[in-house]
């Protein structure tokens, strides 16, 4: 990908996170608290007795609504099966899966993996220890050991669309 793309793509993504992630939230939390105010809770008298103005009833909704997004965001975490799909997509559709990281592990693990793999290879033929199923499976190994090392992937990557 050229340089210009990936650093377009880069800003694209700090932008969504930030206005999504700080902006947005909090644009929405204030909005949330005023419309509730002016449309729902200022016309009926009982509950606007009990706040009587805008900013005691911000006040209780934050200090209720904190601790209960807390535990929405904990039991969505820890009890609920839409974490865990969540993370199914997002380790499918991830690439570094199905190849090495740039980095230690494309320019140090994986060369590693690959010379202990050779030598093992050489240890055991000369001990005339290695079975023609074991030489099949060590070829399988090193010839996606080489694909990695040279950056490609191994396995079934999501299609690209």
Do not use: C
């Amino acid at each position: 990908m050229p340089r210009r793309i990936r650093f377009l793509t880069r800003l694209w993504f700090y932008f969504r996170i930030g206005y999504a992630t700080y902006l947005t939230f909090l644009l929405g939390a204030v909005n949330t608290l005023v419309v509730v105010w002016y449309l729902a809770i200022r016309d009926v008298p009982v509950v606007e007795d009990v706040f009587g103005h805008f900013m005691p009833f911000a006040i209780f909704v934050t200090i209720v609504g904190v601790p209960l997004s807390i535990a929405v965001g904990w039991v969505h975490y820890k009890r609920s099966p839409a974490y865990t799909s969540e993370i199914d997509i997002q380790i499918e559709a991830n690439p570094y899966n199905y190849k090495l990281i740039p980095g230690k592990e494309r320019e140090l693990y994986g060369p590693l993996y690959l010379e202990m793999l050779q030598l093992m290879r050489k240890l055991l033929q000369a001990q005339h220890l290695m079975s023609s199923e074991d030489e099949s499976a060590v070829d399988t190994l090193e010839s996606k050991l080489r694909v990695l090392v040279e950056g490609g992937f191994v396995g079934s990557p999501r299609a690209r669309t």
